[in-house]
């Protein structure tokens, strides 16, 4: 179990955008962190760290399942997503038909039919999670650049979306592993 007092303050004084959490946010964070807690076995927490930096990018630092271009509207997507409906949801922003099948068959749910349900918070977790574990989306998975023989946070953006915004993201990596330590020390 991570202690959120620590998590919570660390986090609200290195990455908030606002440095003052409000109770969306707090929400939000809770969320996930349940979700951590129960499956912290599946990473490590270099891992971990990964994972948390890319929801972050991701969400927009909502840490909420979202919908890609969360400000445009339907009518915009299906104007300039050459792959709508099947558009970004979620914690990482499950794109193109071929995925919503794949994960509608590892779900058990019709993804396809509605590409909403990646929106759910326990959809949304399950892509995250078995994506970065299992390479869906890009063939690469989490183990190919970050284990106990390397730590390639600027590479294992090839998880999820070739090099975009890696360095960003292996900037943020690198903040939530000082979170993750410092919050499970004490």
């Known amino acids: 179990m991570i ?9 609200k004084n290195t990455l908030d955008p606002n440095r003052k959490l409000d109770q969306t946010e707090v929400d939000a964070l809770d969320t ?4 951590y807690d129960k499956d912290q076995s599946y990473f490590t927490t270099v891992q971990w760290a990964y994972v948390f930096a890319t929801v972050y990018h991701e969400t927009g630092a909502t840490f909420l399942p979202v919908r890609e271009s969360p400000r445009a509207s ?3 997507r299906k104007a300039h997503f050459r792959y709508y409906p099947y558009y970004g949801r979620g914690y990482v922003q499950l794109t193109w038909d071929y995925n919503y099948k794949a994960y509608s068959k590892k779900l058990g749910i019709d993804l396809v039919k509605n590409p909403d349900l990646a929106m ?4 949304s977790w399950f ?10 989306f890009t063939g690469k998975k989490m183990a190919d650049y970050i284990s106990s023989k390397k730590i390639d946070f600027k590479n294992a953006r090839r998880i999820i979306n070739g090099t975009d915004k890696a360095d960003l993201i292996a900037g943020y990596a690198e903040t939530f592993l000082q ?6 020390q004490v």
């Not at 996930?32 to 979700?35: E, I, N, P, Q």
């Not at 892509?127 to 574990?133: E, M, P, R, S, V």
């Not at 979170?179 to 499970?184: P, Q, Y």
């Open 3 to 11: 202690n959120r007092k620590v998590f919570f303050n660390d986090y």
């Open 32 to 35: 996930f962190l349940d979700f």
């Open 74 to 76: 339907e009518a915009w």
């Open 120 to 123: 759910d918070y326990k959809n």
């Open 127 to 136: 892509i995250l999670i078995d994506g970065f574990k299992n390479g869906v």
């Open 179 to 184: 979170i993750l330590n410092n919050a499970k």
